[in-house]
């Protein structure tokens, strides 16, 4: 039989151990190990009693919580659940200790009667056993802004966005979404609407923190706030959220139905909402979270047309929610934390098409012609001829992996690769194959897509070149922003190439990348094709 979660309950409130551990004491998985009065006997009893799990009011005497917390986090390694007071100073005390590596927080009913604890039992008992699972605290952010930056430059105009984006977060939310969001530019394309697992009193706060560390505009959202590009609105808690179309500017809605999936707000809530009034202009994005709330809206967006991303395994607190919609195949993308803003932005600054009539929702859409930032064959432009690049070492072929999530990319570059004499060692539709291929050909030169399934073109250059550190790995990608060039040079790729790319624009950049280690052959090789 599994052992029981350990427990420490610290409260400088007699009344309210008593009636933690009481309620603890209900679910037979959970032991309470026993209770401390403050800061300084919690440390002591840490030592002594080895609980799995620790629950920490903030407002104690003596050792505060908050140092109590640090020191718990650094020195003890043990997951920490802020039972927080239900007002404005509680609020932002709990956001400092969940910056400062608290698992998550459940606040107090207003009135701490025996009859109003229930009212926390089931969430409180579900974070503690999820706290146990996650093990040691990740800690994000050491400090968080106490007084609100100068204000923002106001937006030259208010534009509509070409994406709506929608993100459903839980457990180790706040850091996560932070993280992102204080990421993306100000000029972001898209509008974003979060749902985060909190309660009515923390979201406005939580929205607020977040405007003052992001150059995009947050809020907390209400009922006819416009979805515009660079703003992002955080549903207020205990209420859904929902888009829609109207023509004096698309918008979101509150609602106060019931709970759906045990919350309110409720991440399926808002992602069906994006699907129906979206479609295939709706990003949905589910982040670390208990639970599955969010698995089956993401998988509706999925079959409206949309694309669909969950957070990956090894970047979230709690590896719940994206986890559902993986198993179920609702999700098109894995990303971790670090890429998901390099990837919205990637998504984001791409022209919304629109639905072509026949499609069926949910079946990816045959690319049109030149729509991968390809031409097609049967051009009238004139044939350049390249003289055939071969290896110093041995004068054979050049040895290329593409990598590219469009079967039509991948058959255009590899008509170039034929161009210049070189010779096709593997393809990938992914980044996760991408790094299979590469260990399996061993090419001499990867020409490597950004935006892809599985994994992002960029993570895919960081890991390969990681473990291969001579890899000579050239971006060939339609999403040629700034942040996008720069991070791939960073990550270790040797050039940068946007579609359209003509082949003698190629041609040059991989000479460039071989340097010595190639030469190029008299004999000349007529080009087939011409521009990616």
């Not at 888009?243 to 399926?268: C, F, Q």
């Not at 600054?349 to 639905?355: F, N």
């Not at 942040?483 to 791939?488: D, Q």
């Amino acid at each position: 039989m599994k052992e029981p979660v350990r427990v420490l309950v610290v409260d400088d409130s007699a009344l309210m151990r008593k009636l933690i551990a009481e309620l603890l004491a209900r679910d037979p998985q959970i032991q309470v190990a026993g209770t401390a009065l403050d800061g300084d006997f919690a440390l002591k009893k840490i030592g002594e009693l080895k609980p799995d799990v620790v629950t920490l009011d903030l407002e104690m005497p003596r050792m505060s919580g908050m140092e109590t917390l640090r020191y718990i986090t650094r020195h003890h390694r043990l997951p920490v659940i802020v039972v927080s007071s239900h007002s404005t100073q509680g609020a932002i005390a709990t956001f400092k200790a969940l910056s400062l590596g608290a698992f998550d927080f459940v606040a107090k009913p207003r009135d701490a009667a025996p009859d109003h604890m229930d009212e926390i039992a089931v969430e409180l008992i579900g974070k503690i056993k999820a706290a146990a699972q996650s093990g040691a605290p990740r800690v994000v952010n050491e400090t968080i802004p106490e007084k609100r930056r100068a204000a923002k430059p106001r937006p030259r105009q208010a534009a509509p966005p070409r994406k709506i984006v929608a993100v459903g977060v839980s457990t180790g939310g706040p850091n996560a979404v932070q993280s992102v969001l204080s990421q993306l530019p100000a000029e972001f394309p898209g509008a974003i609407v979060i749902v985060q697992h909190m309660p009515a009193g923390f979201t406005e706060l939580f929205a607020e923190r977040l405007d003052e560390v992001c150059k995009i505009e947050v809020k907390e959202a209400r009922s006819g706030d416009l979805l515009l590009a660079g703003r992002a609105l955080v549903c207020p808690g205990d209420r859904h959220i929902i888009v829609k179309r109207n023509a004096g500017g698309d918008m979101v809605v509150l609602t106060d139905e019931a709970r759906v999936n045990g919350h309110r707000p409720s991440v399926d809530v808002l992602l069906r909402s994006v699907a129906a009034e979206f479609g295939t202009n709706g990003i949905g994005v589910l982040m670390t979270g208990m639970g599955e709330d969010g698995a089956e809206g993401l998988g509706e967006l999925k079959r409206a047309g949309g694309l669909t991303i969950a957070q990956s395994e090894e970047s979230c607190v709690v590896f719940g929610m994206p986890k559902v919609a993986i198993e179920r195949g609702h999700a098109q993308r894995i990303v971790s934390l670090e890429m998901l803003a390099h990837t919205l932005m990637a998504q984001c600054r791409e022209e919304a098409e629109p639905a072509r009539a026949g499609a069926h929702p949910g079946q990816p859409a045959v690319a049109p012609a030149g729509s991968s930032g390809f031409a097609t064959a049967g051009r009238m432009n004139p044939m350049p001829q390249f003289p055939a690049l071969l290896r110093s070492k041995d004068r054979q072929p050049v040895r290329y992996l593409v990598v590219d999530d469009s079967v039509f990319a991948r058959r255009n570059l590899t008509k170039m690769i034929e161009d210049f004499g070189g010779q096709v060692a593997g393809e990938a539709g992914d980044g996760c194959t991408a790094i299979t291929e590469y260990d399996r050909s061993q090419p001499d030169i990867v020409l490597m897509d950004i935006t892809m399934p599985q994994m992002e073109g960029i993570e895919a250059v960081d890991r390969i070149v990681r473990q291969h550190p001579e890899a000579r790995v050239v971006m060939v990608s339609s999403v040629g922003y700034q942040e996008n060039i720069v991070t791939s040079l960073q990550k270790g790729a040797r050039h940068f190439v946007q579609k359209p790319v003509k082949p003698e624009v190629l041609y040059e950049v991989i000479k460039y990348v071989m340097g010595d280690d190639a030469l190029a052959e008299a004999k000349s090789v007529a080009a087939g094709g011409a521009s990616v």
